[in-house]
């Protein structure tokens, strides 16, 4: 099983990737869908490597249950280079995640951070002008995160059931 960062595509993969992020541009939710549909029908890998390419890019508009059909029951790695997946099998089995979000966000959506300053500071902060809320989770490393993107956020993409809001408008 290849990793995202060895990932080649043939010549149908990369028309489908192309086509979804044509789609992506207008309709985010359509370029996931039409993604979707190849989900069994194209090698893992390229379906990993396409949609990290997409989630990177934009999620605006599309709702957490599709996202969470495109990413369920595809092995981990293809949505991580090599370094990620080592850093992702490093984590202890339950590991306490962040998000930090505007003042209207009650239900979180799927990107998370390990780092509850990136949540804090970044989020709240900077990008809302103060006014904002922090979720706090506790996941299972093996059955609740998808992916691992060991960029500057240390970013967490999850499904997450059970958390905690903290509401910082107060």
């Known amino acids: 099983m290849e990793f995202f960062d060895t990932t080649e595509l043939n010549e149908e ?3 489908i ?3 979804a992020l044509a789609k992506l541009v207008f309709e985010p939710k359509d370029a996931y869908k039409y993604v979707l549909d190849y ?37 981990k790695n293809v949505f991580m280079t090599k370094n990620e997946f080592k850093e ?7 590991v306490v995640i962040f998000r930090g ?6 239900d979180p959506r799927m990107s998370w951070t390990l780092d509850p300053n990136v949540a ?5 902060l900077k990008m809302h002008g103060g006014a904002g809320n922090l979720f706090v989770a506790i996941v299972d490393k093996r059955y609740e995160i998808y992916a691992l993107f ?3 956020e240390k970013e967490i993409i999850a499904k ?6 903290l509401n910082f408008m107060e």
């Open 13 to 15: 993969e990369v028309i």
């Open 160 to 165: 997450v059931s059970f958390y905690k809001f």
């Open 150 to 152: 060991d960029d500057i």
């Open 120 to 124: 804090f500071n970044y989020y709240v």
């Open 17 to 19: 990737e192309r086509k």
């Open 101 to 106: 979000t505007d003042e209207q966000e009650k």
């Open 39 to 75: 989900k069994n029908t194209i090698r893992q890998e390229a379906y990993g490597f396409i949609v990290r390419k997409l989630y990177k890019l934009n999620t605006r508009g599309v709702d957490k249950e599709l996202l969470i059909k495109v990413f369920c029951d595809i092995n």
């Open 88 to 94: 992702f099998e490093k984590l202890p089995e339950k």
